[in-house]
């Protein structure tokens, strides 16, 4: 009996765990402001109080032609548009790889704000 209570305690905490990982499949955002642009990817900095800031000060979002980049109307821009000290959303998978400046490949929108 004690086997068989132990292999369902051990499933249901690799469930629990397996469970927690969901944040890198679902689509989050973020406000920042661009620090560098080299048309195809932006170097940004998040806004302060965000989850993205205390994983790293610094981030590149790669930008490649499935990447939507529109206007605070959600107007098609180009990566051309948004200049350094412009204040964008960042819109990606949830996952920011740990190196330093940090990086999001999986990036889906990039809203230029007003």
């Not at 305690?9 to 469930?15: F, S, T, W």
């Not at 821009?77 to 412009?86: L, N, P």
């Amino acid at each position: 009996m004690k086997k068989h209570y132990f292999s369902i305690v051990l499933l249901a905490v690799a469930l629990l765990a397996l469970s927690s990982c969901g944040g890198a499949g679902s689509e989050v955002n973020f406000m920042a402001t661009v620090i560098g642009n080299n048309q195809s990817d932006l170097l940004v900095e998040p806004e302060e109080g965000s989850d993205e800031l205390r994983s790293a000060d610094k981030i590149v979002v790669y930008i490649n032609d499935d990447v939507k980049l529109v206007d605070s109307q959600d107007k098609e821009i180009t990566i051309g548009d948004i200049k350094v000290g412009d204040k964008v959303q960042i819109f990606y998978n949830g996952a920011i790889a740990e190196s330093y400046p940090a990086q999001i490949h999986k990036c889906y929108k990039v809203k230029l704000l007003d």
